[in-house]
T-cell receptor, first 114, second 112 residues
């Protein structure tokens, strides 16, 4: 039973298209995240939600729009895709901001923009 | 200056040796530090976290923290080929409770 699951795992699309990635966690965590990992393995935070409230919004183009319908789900919609958006997008969750703060990652969604 | 810095490697060590992975961070107020392991094509998984100065041991892994030098390291004793992976250092932001800042990772190769 996967703790943090993302769909789709692979996404190949043309420039200019719009795409969405979905994430669900069954750990009962309050906080969910989107991270982007580029080809050099740099894992950069994009957004974080705590109990459906946006708490971290890094300098990300407004073509990226997260949405959290409830605390177990966090989706990412990307408009007008560009070549530079090609990366692996990881969803993660944690139990609040305190404590050990361990992040539990999904398997990643590899986005390729042609 | 990057917030969390790691040598990208690859760091190559023979099987059975000690692998030493290093990480420096820029924010002196940082309190919580994490080491994640990421196999190629997989997601990161937590190995250890450390909050206090000194050493913390868990099996073959030892995390070392020196807040005065803003330095955290991970030692892997008796390295195995299965330890070959990218090791990511992460620091929890002292200003934003939910923000974890990652280094670029060090690729470790353990040679059989």
């Amino acid at each position: 039973d996967t703790a943090v699951s993302q769909t789709p795992k692979y996404l190949v699309t043309q420039m200019g298209n719009d795409k969405s990635i979905k994430c669900e966690q069954n750990l009962g965590h309050d906080t969910m995240y989107w991270y982007k990992q580029d080809s050099k393995k740099f894992l950069k935070i994009m957004f974080s939600y705590n109990n459906k409230e946006l708490i971290i919004n890094e300098t990300v183009p407004n073509r990226f729009s997260p949405k959290s319908p409830d605390k177990a789900h966090l989706n990412l919609h990307i408009n007008s895709l560009e070549l530079g958006d090609s990366a692996v997008y990881f969803c993660a969750s944690s139990q609040g901001g305190g404590g050990s703060g361990e992040l539990f990652f999904g398997e990643g969604s590899r986005l390729t923009v042609l | 200056q990057k917030e969390v810095e790691q040598n990208s490697g690859p760091l190559s060590v023979p099987e059975g040796a000690i692998a030493s992975l290093n990480c420096t961070y820029s924010d002196r107020g940082s309190q919580s530090f994490f080491w994640y392991r990421q196999y190629s094509g997989k997601s990161p998984e937590l190995i250890m976290f450390i909050y206090s100065n000194g050493d913390k041991e868990d099996g073959r892994f030892t995390a070392q923290l020196n807040k005065a030098s803003q330095y955290v390291s991970l030692l892997i004793r008796d390295s195995q080929p299965s330890d070959s992976a990218t090791y990511l250092c992460a620091v929890k932001s002292p200003q934003e409770a939910y923000k974890y800042i990652f280094g670029t990772g060090t690729r470790l190769k353990v040679l059989a």
